[in-house]
T-cell receptor
Framework: NAGVMQNPRHLVRRRGQEARLRCSPM?????VYWYRQLPEEGLKFMVY????????ESGMPKERFSAEFPKEGPSILRIQQVVRGDSAAYFC??????????????FGSGTRLTVV | AQSVTQLDSQVPVFEEAPVELRCNYS??????LFWYVQYPNQGLQLLLK??????LVESINGFEAEFNKSQTSFHLRKPSVHISDTAEYFC?????????????FGTGTLLAVQP
């Protein structure tokens, strides 16, 4: 049973380009979360999605960032017109159950985005 | 609003010595509490969690944490550390029933075990 799969592991983009980060949750998991880890900081919540629905996007920057979790296929975090400040590790996590049960979730190994 | 404070950014300790990593939280509602461990260039792994019941929770590799509601703390302890325990440790909190399971993380504590 594969864990949460994120790709690519490392991504280098020039300023102004688009970055697309993919996350395949664990089999049977229908809840996906995206977090960002800036250098020397803890993880910051970005967005919580279920299939075809954005449940909570309170941590998403207002511009250039978007996320989706289609009925088929992985969840995608898209960053348009990247800037140097977007350089960070982006982690995806998934959980199988009703989030109200308060279970911790399983994290992927992350995508490390470097903007040059 | 919820917040998590890990006062110690780095804790150096000798192998086989005991260690305590501190975590304090603030929340006006009931919470679930977690400790995650992150090894270099890897994702986070759940170490242990408190949801309800006994305030002392244990992991399979010798770590334990105690939920103290009056002090709003969830400190992580291990009586004897190994070199392999060297990693970044993150404390996290989420709201109880009715919430979206969003986790609020502390800034992390680097546990550096020296021979």
């Amino acid at each position: 049973n594969a864990g949460v799969m994120q790709n690519p592991r490392h991504l280098v983009r020039r300023r102004g380009q688009e970055a697309r980060l993919r996350c395949s949750p664990m089999k049977g998991h229908s809840h996906v979360y995206w977090y960002r880890q800036l250098p020397e900081e803890g993880l910051k919540f970005m967005v919580y999605l279920q299939k075809e629905n954005i449940i909570d996007e309170s941590g998403m920057p207002k511009e250039r960032f978007s996320a989706e979790f289609p009925k088929e296929g992985p969840s995608i975090l898209r960053i348009q017109q990247v800037v140097r400040g977007d350089s960070a590790a982006y982690f995806c996590a998934s959980s199988p159950r009703n989030p109200q049960e308060g279970h911790g979730y399983t994290f992927g190994s992350g995508t490390r985005l470097t903007v040059v | 609003a919820q917040s998590v404070t890990q006062l110690d950014s780095q804790v150096p300790v000798f192998e086989e010595a005991p260690v305590e990593l501190r975590c304090n939280y603030s929340s006006s509602v009931s919470v679930y509490l977690f400790w995650y461990v992150q090894y270099p260039n890897q994702g986070l792994q759940l170490l242990l969690k408190y949801l309800s019941g006994s305030t002392l929770v244990e992991s399979i590799n010798g770590f334990e944490a105690e939920f103290n509601k009056s002090q709003t703390s969830f400190h992580l302890r291990k009586p004897s550390v190994h070199i392999s325990d060297t990693a970044e440790y993150f404390c996290a909190v989420s709201e109880g029933s009715g919430a979206t399971n969003k986790l609020i993380f502390g800034t992390g504590t680097l546990l550096a075990v020296q021979p």
